[in-house]
C-alpha cells in the first residue's frame, strides 16, 4: 500500500513539475537571477515567477558525489560554479544519474539546459537547484 501511495505522489510531481515547464529555453542568465537575489523577501516573488522556466547554461563543475535521498535512496549531485568565481561554492546544483558520477572532475566544463526548481540564498550567496534535461 505504501508503494501505491508512493507511486501516485510521484505521478503528482511529476504532472505538477510538467506543466510548469514549457520546455522552451528562457533567455534569463544566472548573472541576472543573482542580480536580483540582494532583497531576501522581493527575491522570492521574483524567483516564483520564474521558477519553472528552462535555462541552456554552462560553468566548471565544483563536485559530483553520491547523496542520500529520502528512504537512503541514492542519487547522483552535480555542483556547478556558474559566475566564474572560482571560490570553490556552487552556484547550480544539477541531479545527475549515479552512474555518472565518475565523467565529472573538479574544474571541467560543462553546459546543460535546465528547469530552475529551488534556490537557496545564504550568507549573501545564491545556489540554485535545477531539474536537469541535458548534461554535456
Excluded at 82 to 102: M, W
Aim: aromatic share 8%.
Amino acid at each position: 500500500m505504501a508503494h501505491l501511495h508512493l507511486a501516485a505522489a510521484a505521478l503528482a510531481v511529476a504532472f505538477g513539475l510538467s506543466a510548469c515547464d514549457s520546455g522552451e529555453v528562457s533567455d534569463v542568465t544566472y548573472e541576472q537571477i543573482r542580480n536580483k537575489a540582494g532583497d531576501a523577501a522581493a527575491f522570492a516573488g521574483y524567483f516564483d515567477g520564474i521558477k519553472g522556466k528552462t535555462v541552456a547554461w554552462h560553468g566548471a563543475v565544483v563536485e559530483a558525489q553520491k547523496v542520500f535521498e529520502d528512504d537512503y535512496m541514492e542519487a547522483g549531485v552535480l555542483q556547478v560554479d556558474l559566475d566564474g568565481e572560482g571560490n570553490g561554492q556552487a552556484d547550480a546544483t544539477l541531479g545527475i544519474p549515479v552512474s555518472r558520477i565518475a565523467d565529472f572532475a573538479p574544474g571541467q566544463a560543462v553546459a546543460f539546459t535546465a528547469v530552475l526548481r529551488e534556490y537557496a540564498l545564504r550568507e549573501g550567496h545564491l545556489t540554485l537547484k535545477l531539474e536537469t534535461k541535458e548534461l554535456k
